[in-house]
């Protein structure tokens, strides 16, 4: 039953965000939540605001956010768009860049609600197939197109470009914007921040839910030319003015302020990551080259299904897509090591090596 549905919607796909278990307790490596909490300075300022003050609109134009995010990254302040979380920032991009007379260019794997957007704003585009080792064909990406979006890491592999491929991509497309997904930048991925100078039209799109722990305050941002924020208020303002939260305010300026506790949290992920990757490709398993905060990884001869359902069974849960080239694979967030270590056990069991 769609009775009353507007059309653009009726036949839609929404994005499936990651199972949030409310049934019991699990080890929960499905959604790239970050293992540890937010910084302390983060959590003073969250308790300082929950007060009096919420009786009172938040400043429509964050202004000591963007202030605080332009010191940290060494740009202007009329070059930062902040947002309720990125995947709001990646729909007013898909609103303020893309149109319905080009055709839009990201990856056939990748993260998926970008095809979700495209939908929702009809916006025509063509998905580009990864090389068979999940590495991005740079050159197809490059001319004749309406836009391109491109997580860097890319989503669900891992895999990153170097920054030279970023400036082939902004170089070669200088009339349509290049919109760079840095969701899991801060764990080990040049930022393509360095090339906005020369390039009027490359954004960088950013959250704080993962390397600064921050995914229950939603809080994303953009950082660009001031012609590309500007078109991205635009958006905003004609939407919802008031897109972030007093706390959410305050505990994304507090988290940006605490830089020793972000640097240590990320380099403890790092760690895990590689250490991670080590003891399950001893074990058989094929493991892409991530520069995330989790591992795209499949075992021969064992479906990724199975092993989904193994672990779940376990109290483990991690990602899966059904879908082809990748239905093999699952993904895994970084946890803690005591989690990764709860992890190699089930998983080793799974196998058949234990």
């Known amino acids: 039953m769609k009775e009353f549905w507007s059309s653009r919607i009726r036949d839609m796909v929404p994005y499936t965000?990651?199972?949030?278990?409310?049934?019991?307790?699990?080890?929960?490596?499905?959604?790239?939540?970050?293992?540890?909490?937010?910084?302390?300075?983060?959590?003073?300022?969250?308790?300082e605001l929950a007060g009096e003050s919420l009786r009172l609109y938040p400043d429509p134009e964050a202004g000591k956010l963007r202030g605080a995010l332009a010191r940290f990254h060494g740009v202007r302040e009329d070059q930062v768009f902040v947002g309720n979380g990125s995947d709001e920032v990646l729909g007013f991009c898909f609103q303020a860049f893309f149109g319905p007379e080009r055709a839009i260019r990201f990856p056939d794997i990748s993260y998926?609600?970008?095809?979700?957007?495209?939908?929702?704003?009809?916006?025509?585009?063509?998905?580009?197939?990864?090389?068979?080792?999940?590495?991005?064909?740079?050159?197809?990406?490059?001319?004749?197109?309406?836009?391109?979006?491109?997580?860097n890491p890319n989503a669900p592999t891992g895999i990153a470009l170097p920054l030279s491929d970023i400036e082939?991509?902004?170089?070669?497309?200088?009339?349509?914007?290049?919109?760079?997904?840095?969701?899991?930048?801060?764990?080990?991925?040049?930022?393509?921040?360095?090339?906005?100078?020369?390039?009027?039209?490359?954004l960088v799109v950013r959250t704080m839910s993962k390397s600064r722990s921050l995914a229950g305050m939603r809080v994303g941002y953009a950082i660009g030319s001031a012609n590309l924020i500007a078109a991205l208020n635009c958006v905003k303002n004609s939407f919802n003015s008031y897109t972030l939260d007093r706390v959410a305010l305050a505990a994304a300026e507090g988290s940006v302020a605490d830089n020793d506790y972000f640097e240590e949290t990320r380099s403890r992920i790092m760690a895990t990551r590689e250490r991670t990757a080590e003891r399950l490709t001893a074990m058989g398993f094929q493991v892409c080259p991530s520069r995330a905060n989790f591992l795209f990884v499949s075992y021969p001869g064992v479906s990724g299904k199975e092993l989904l359902d193994g672990l779940r069974e376990k109290g483990i849960l991690v990602r899966w897509w059904g879908r082809p080239r990748i239905s093999d694979?699952?993904?895994?967030?970084?946890?803690?090591?005591?989690?990764?270590?709860?992890?190699?056990?089930?998983?080793?069991?799974?196998?058949?090596?234990?």
Do not use: C, W
Request: aromatic letters at 10%; proline letters at 10%; charged letters at 20%.
């Open 112 to 151: 998926s609600f970008y095809p979700v957007y495209a939908g929702l704003f009809d916006v025509p585009y063509e998905e580009v197939p990864l090389n068979g080792d999940f590495s991005v064909p740079v050159e197809e990406f490059i001319g004749n197109n309406g836009g391109v979006i491109l997580p």
């Open 17 to 47: 965000p990651g199972e949030q278990p409310k049934d019991r307790k699990f080890i929960k490596l499905n959604t790239n939540e970050n293992p540890y909490p937010p910084s302390p300075g983060a959590l003073a300022a969250i308790r």
């Open 329 to 354: 694979h699952l993904r895994i967030t970084i946890g803690t090591d005591g989690e990764m270590d709860a992890l190699i056990a089930a998983l080793a069991q799974l196998t058949g090596q234990s």
């Open 168 to 202: 082939r991509l902004a170089a070669g497309n200088p009339d349509a914007a290049v919109i760079i997904d840095e969701a899991y930048v801060d764990f080990g991925t040049d930022s393509a921040l360095s090339l906005l100078d020369r390039y009027p039209n490359l």
